[in-house]
């Protein structure tokens, strides 16, 4: 599993822990240009402390991040977007009041150019601007649908169409690297098929690598090209949806979590 | 589905700028034409200077979600640093000695706001009340600043541009009416821009914010210094053209409480909470003054006017938060909803 130049992501040794409690020890992970990269575990296995500690909003205790060409022992989180990071929440992480457009609009933080001075004279280099970033923004709410949901306040909307304005928010600055935090979490079948679609599709057509930390194991095994399993914050597997399901240490590990969700996994 | 939606959005917005059109027109055209300088000077004029503070404060607290306790403080040095710079730069014409004031009231934001990149909340707002007291505290101790005077209490320059003079009631008037609407004009603009939607991206959720690459600490900075720079300039407008005297008490923490105040009940995050705020603060005491006098007599001095009207205020904050937590904006908009035919 050694890290490839051509890979997006690769996070060597990487160990958290707050106090005495260890998050995840030792982890290695490399994502490909490209690649949809699941990370699946019980509850408690540090998948979402892994992608905080990426994103950084954690500062791990070892080990090395390697985004694109950059080296960090620990991310700034204020950098993320201009390495061309984007991610979103396992618990809604919207601008509330903010109209969905708005919403989307705020993904371009990073590459508003236009100063202040030529925002509120409406000089011509902001109204550009303004209108190429509205373009970009309508192409996005399009593409995933939100349509009509355009001008509404982000914190009205129901629970489903939420997690998808954050998915649109993060593609909207065609990230090379995006990170879902349970972007299904809570949805009905017909949802998660449909937002399924959504990420498959966005990867077709920006090329993206996706991290996805995900429960619903069917549809891990259907968007995945590659499996990184973690069990109390180690790495146990990591491979194909194929290699993951006849791993031995990955069926002991659902086995061993009996009233998990996850059981699924020896189904499936 | 998608067409529908920009005709229905397009119609209010058209509506509201026709109402504010409307609003400037008789603010220009008929209110200096039947007004009267008692009009002009214990209502309009102190109505136009809280606004402006209010809005100042509301870019601040209501948009960017820093709360400060130190509005007065702003104001205070707004007006003391027109009237230093009119007294020790006497050439400087009168909208340049504003623009300054506004910007040293600005500095002073920034250097306020330091502590807010660390703190957040009741945090900060124990901060922003530092400030508070070290500008009294500097304003009595420095002579320097208020030229000497034995009081502190200091006469406002004429109010003069290019040979035209505004000392008069209406004249005070229309000259704090162009402030604010000028200034109100800026506002409007910068929370419609990028900028004010990182303003509330901010306030909604920071670390999102910092994530799609918000520059969280340079814009809580930036909110600082709008806030102040408009708050400064609000402060001269009640120095000069309100009270007609510069005195460090006129700028003390009641005065920063009352600009939060007009804010919480006007609306927070919204432009035109500022004015009903403002408008409910100043109107209210004169309605009860006359109330009070038209049920007890002369019974209703002073002394229990101040009683009642801060019963009164305390009884309606309480109410207005809890009825309508966005303030008068938010009533406003819902009745103007249930006048206006809907298809």
Do not use: C
């Amino acid at each position: 599993m050694v890290a490839g130049d051509e890979d997006i992501l690769a996070v060597e040794g990487l160990s958290l822990s707050f106090g005495g409690a260890v998050a995840f020890a030792e982890i290695d992970l490399s994502v490909a240009a490209g690649e949809i990269h699941a990370i699946i575990g019980p509850n408690g296995a540090g998948k979402s402390s892994l992608i905080n500690a990426i994103t950084g909003l954690y500062a791990p205790q070892a080990g090395r991040l390697r985004i694109g060409d950059a080296r960090f022992a620990r991310v700034p989180a204020r950098r993320l977007a201009e390495l061309g990071v984007a991610r979103t929440f396992q618990n809604l992480a919207l601008f509330k009041s903010l109209s969905v457009v708005e919403n989307v609009l705020s993904g371009l933080a990073n590459v508003q150019r236009a100063g202040l001075t030529a925002q509120l004279l409406g000089l011509s280099a902001a109204r550009r601007e303004a209108t190429e970033h509205r373009a970009r923004a309508e192409s996005v709410i399009d593409f995933l649908q939100l349509g009509m949901f355009r001008g509404r306040a982000a914190g009205s909307l129901p629970y489903g169409l939420q997690k998808r304005v954050e998915l649109a928010r993060a593609l909207v600055a065609n990230p090379r690297l995006l990170l879902l935090d349970e972007p299904m979490a809570g949805m009905s079948a017909a949802e998660k098929a449909e937002m399924s679609g959504f990420v498959l599709a966005a990867r077709e057509m920006l090329g993206t690598a996706i991290v996805l930390i995900e429960h619903d194991i069917g549809v891990v095994m259907r968007l995945s090209d590659r499996i990184t399993v973690l069990d109390h914050g180690r790495r146990i597997a990591t491979g194909t949806p194929h290699e993951i399901q006849a791993n031995p240490a990955v069926i002991a590990a659902y086995l061993g979590a009996e009233d998990d969700p996850e059981n699924e996994a020896k189904a499936a | 589905m998608a067409t529908a939606l920009p005709v229905t959005s397009a119609q209010p917005r058209r509506a509201g700028a026709a109402g504010i059109l409307l609003l400037l027109a008789i603010a220009y055209g008929l209110v200096p034409l039947v007004g009267t300088s008692y009009l002009f000077e214990a209502i309009l004029t102190p109505f136009l200077a809280l606004a402006l503070a209010g809005l100042g404060l509301n870019l601040l607290t209501g948009y960017a979600g820093l709360l400060s306790l130190g509005s007065a403080a702003f104001m205070a040095v707004g007006a003391y640093a027109a009237f230093n710079l009119s007294l020790r730069l006497p050439g400087l014409p009168l909208p340049a000695t504003i623009l300054l004031a506004g910007l040293i009231a600005a500095s002073a934001g920034v250097i306020a706001g330091l502590p807010a990149l660390r703190l957040r909340g009741f945090y900060l707002a124990v901060s922003t009340l530092a400030v508070q007291f070290f500008v009294a505290w500097a304003l009595n101790r420095i002579g320097w600043l208020s030229n000497d005077s034995p009081s502190g209490i200091i006469d406002a320059p004429r109010l003069v541009i290019a040979g035209l003079s505004f000392d008069d009631a209406r004249g005070r008037y229309l000259f704090s009416l162009t402030i604010v609407a000028l200034l109100t004009v800026l506002a409007w603009r910068l929370v419609r821009s990028p900028t004010g939607r990182n303003l509330v991206a901010i306030r909604d959720h920071e670390t999102a914010a910092r994530i799609v690459g918000v520059k969280v600490a340079r814009t809580k900075l930036l909110a600082f210094a709008l806030s102040s720079f408009i708050v400064g300039i609000a402060g001269v407008l009640w120095a000069f053209a309100y009270l007609r005297t510069v005195e460090p008490a006129g700028f003390n923490l009641d005065r920063s409480f009352q600009i939060l105040f007009i804010v919480i009940i006007g609306g927070l995050g919204t432009l035109r909470g500022a004015f009903l705020g403002a408008g409910f603060m100043v109107v209210l005491p004169l309605l009860l003054s006359r109330l009070g006098t038209a049920l007890l007599g002369d019974g209703f001095d002073t002394g229990t006017l101040e009683m009642v009207q801060r019963i009164v205020l305390g009884t309606l904050i309480v109410a207005v938060l809890i009825r309508e937590p966005a303030g008068l904006a938010a009533l406003l908009d819902r009745a103007f909803r249930r006048l206006s035919p809907r298809s």
